[in-house]
């Protein structure tokens, strides 16, 4: 399971560009739009803060730069299975290879020059991307979490229960009473915190 939201890093603009100025005039054009930003030089030294756990939120890789370019680090991230949105900031031509990496999964891409507001406005759109994904995996996380407080038994009754089985059923197919049934399915209810067969079946459903 994943840590608690306090430990670990805010959602931020993660800026990977090789030009000290472009670093700098982004991360003052995030803050000035109240976006919290990190800027790294190269790709090289964002893939070490992916390794550590540090990157939560949007990337925004330039396309050309050395010694790793972006559609290289964009390959890094997709071999560590990391899902954050990314948007390419590309020179006209390049944007056939944008193009490429919006069908091998990027977010977006702007041409250079770009428009300040242009730009703010689709990074604030993967931003919320990113604050999905977010709230997507946390609910997995406390799904998986009620699910590994069942028991054996309970769980033998939830999948029976979720398939709309009657409890004389669910009783007779696992040899045990009734009123037993009935207490190990109440059990899995407040585990779950669900209140019908339905909803039962529906958080299996989420799970795969």
Known sequence: MSPPPDHQPALAVHLVDDEAPVRDA??????????????FESGPA???AVDLGHVRGCILLDVRMEPMSGLQVHGELKARGLRWPVIFLTGH????????????????????PFSDTALVERVKRA???????????AAGDEREARMASLTEREREVMHRVAAGKLNKVIADELNISVRTVEVHRARVFAKLGVRSA???????????
């Not at 931003?127 to 995996?137: E, H, K, T």
């Not at 339905?198 to 795969?208: D, K």
């Open 26 to 39: 982004l991360s003052f054009l995030f803050m000035s739009h109240g976006l919290v930003s990190r800027a």
């Open 46 to 48: 964002f893939l070490q």
């Open 93 to 112: 031509g390049d944007i056939p290879m944008a193009v490429d990496a919006l069908h091998n999964g990027a977010f977006d891409f702007i041409e250079k």
């Open 127 to 137: 931003l919320d991307v990113a604050g999905a994904q977010l709230a997507s995996r």
């Open 198 to 208: 339905a909803e039962v079946a529906t958080l299996l459903a989420q799970g795969g």
